[in-house]
């Protein structure tokens, strides 16, 4: 394995003081999941403090620790960089690295579909070059940082995410990412409590432009209600290339056609005059649209186009962001669709026509187990009573929701649809287990703190083949 970091290069870079020679194979902020030779940064965050778990990192075999100066003092003796504030230090390296390496960097934000389009992103770009990219959702101010200094100095292309709930937090991600091609997915009713509308939080979204060169360029979606608010941030930025994308006549990268089907889309854009078809080997339009939103970037960055539209039938959905996978029961099987990471208006709709589109077998049922959306401020109770219309359109039998928002669904359902409700996640989650049976189709969604993760384990826990049935009764 390469150095990463050695203890010469990490002192220049944060302006530190190492107490010895050391050379690092990565980096991490956590101490539970440290791999040996890793440089854990001693963080401090809202409720723990880094510096408490040095002596465990180093027990675990890291190569050294980037501390304070105060604490440093100490503990001489241990494989230090010393440094006068441990954020600002990892803001340093992700600088350096970011400065040393030769990579062609894309951004990509939006109110959803970042992670996945980073994700296909990386796929993509991963058969054409070294690729460092986001690993899961580390998109926010240590995330970002954390992800940039992990990356080596022979990388050649850079994928990463740019997340955030506020106004003003993207553009200093985007200075210290500096990407070549800032891609935006959509600008949706996400973190609505936070702003007075969604153009605030196309106006936030936009801040990705700040970071770019002189030459980079945008990507946009331009079916999205904010294209033109959007491309005039663009515009006031300085960037002169844009890339559009979307099924709007005058995108530059237009979807001519898709097919669906319960495992993927087959789908046919135009780009420059030409036409290319390919594969998403996800299910769900959403990715459709997304998989533009990739080869858009790929297109501005110059890279080759064809060859990463053929990668992308690999893709698949990632845990929690609609996973697909069968549990045995003893009298059968049963697919649980999991969506339990997050949810929102948009990526609601996206998961009940993915639901929808998966045909159950023998008598089984489309079972939608659903969590509040939140940080949506106060449209939460007509959001939530909004998704009726859609779950009726994509005939979806059962609905067992939990919270307090998700009542007003309840209530919009009523009559139309088999229900219960629960005012939290623990509430309803016996009454899922004693629904569900073989044939179903179980999809599982919430926003994280709706809690719809233990449900969502809970189902996967009932597939062993030696277990009972979970066809005790029906909602």
Same mark, same amino acid.
């Given at each position: 394995?390469?150095?990463?970091?050695?203890h010469t290069e990490a002192a220049a870079a !944060?302006?530190?003081? !190492?107490?010895?020679?050391?050379?690092?194979?990565?980096?991490?902020?956590?101490?539970?999941?440290?791999?040996?030779?890793?440089?854990?940064?001693?963080?401090?965050?809202?409720?723990?403090?880094?510096?408490?778990?040095?002596?465990?990192?180093?027990?675990?075999?890291?190569?050294?620790?980037?501390?304070?100066?105060?604490?440093?003092?100490?503990?001489? $003796?241990?494989? @230090?960089?010393?440094?006068?504030?441990? $954020?600002?230090?990892m803001r340093d390296l992700a600088r350096t690295a970011r400065d040393r390496a030769p990579a062609r960097i894309i951004g990509v934000?939006?109110?959803?579909?970042?992670?996945?389009?980073?994700?296909?992103?990386?796929?993509?770009?991963?058969?054409?070059?070294? !690729?460092?990219? !986001?690993?899961?959702?580390?998109?926010?101010?240590?995330?970002?940082?954390?992800?940039?200094?992990r990356m080596a100095r022979t990388t050649e292309f850079g994928v990463f995410e740019l997340g955030m709930n506020h106004a003003g937090e993207i553009a200093p991600l985007s200075e210290i990412v500096r990407p070549d091609v800032a891609v935006i997915t959509t600008v949706e009713a996400v973190h609505l409590e936070f702003f007075d509308s969604e153009e605030g939080i196309a106006d936030a979204k936009a801040e990705i432009f700040l970071g770019l060169p002189e030459d980079g360029a945008a990507v946009l979606n331009r079916d999205n209600r904010h294209f033109e608010r959007l491309r005039r941030s663009a515009?006031?930025?300085?960037?002169?290339? @844009?890339?559009?994308?979307?099924?709007?006549?005058?995108a530059t990268l237009r979807l001519i056609k898709t097919a669906p089907g319960p495992r993927g889309s087959d789908v046919t854009i135009e780009l420059d005059g030409r036409e290319l078809s390919y594969v998403v080997g996800a299910p769900g339009r959403h990715w459709v649209i997304n998989s533009l939103a990739v080869l858009g970037a790929v297109h501005m960055i110059g890279?080759?186009?064809?060859?990463?539209?053929?990668? @992308?039938?690999?893709i698949r959905p990632m845990e929690g962001r609609g996973e697909q996978s069968s549990v045995t029961l003893k009298d059968g099987s049963f697919v649980l669709i999991d969506e339990s990471y997050n949810a929102s208006p948009a990526s609601m709709r996206a998961a009940f026509d993915v639901l929808g589109a998966t045909e159950p077998s023998a008598?089984?049922?489309?079972?939608?187990?659903?969590?509040?959306?939140?940080?949506?401020?106060?449209?939460?109770? $007509?959001a939530h009573a909004g998704l009726a219309p859609d779950i009726l359109r994509n005939h979806i039998d059962i609905v067992i929701a939990a919270g307090d928002n998700m009542a007003h669904l309840i209530d919009a359902l009523t009559d139309r649809a088999v229900t219960a409700h629960g005012h939290d996640s623990a509430a309803i989650q016996n009454r899922v287990l004693e629904t569900v049976r073989a044939g179903d189709i179980v999809m599982v969604k919430g926003s994280l703190g709706s809690r719809m993760i233990p449900i969502a384990e809970a189902l996967r826990a009932l597939d062993r083949e030696d277990g009972p049935s979970a066809a005790v009764g029906e909602a």
């Open positions: 394995m390469s150095t990463l970091w050695t !944060t302006g530190g003081v !190492t107490t010895g020679p050391w050379n690092a194979n990565g980096v991490s902020i956590d101490s539970r999941s440290l791999q040996p030779g890793d440089l854990f940064i001693a963080i401090r965050g809202d409720h723990s403090d880094g510096h408490a778990h040095v002596a465990d990192a180093l027990s675990k075999g890291a190569a050294a620790a980037m501390v304070n100066e105060a604490w440093a003092e100490q503990s001489k $003796d241990a494989p @230090l960089l010393a440094v006068a504030d441990t $954020d600002l230090g934000t939006g109110s959803v579909g970042k992670t996945g389009t980073k994700e296909m992103l990386a796929l993509a770009l991963g058969q054409q070059g070294e !690729t460092a990219a !986001t690993q899961g959702n580390l998109n926010n101010h240590w995330g970002l940082p954390l992800s940039l200094a515009d006031a930025a300085g960037v002169k290339r @844009l890339c559009s994308f979307g099924e709007h006549p005058d890279a080759d186009v064809a060859r990463a539209a053929a990668t @992308l039938t690999a008598d089984g049922r489309r079972i939608a187990v659903l969590g509040d959306m939140l940080e949506i401020g106060e449209s939460a109770p $007509d």
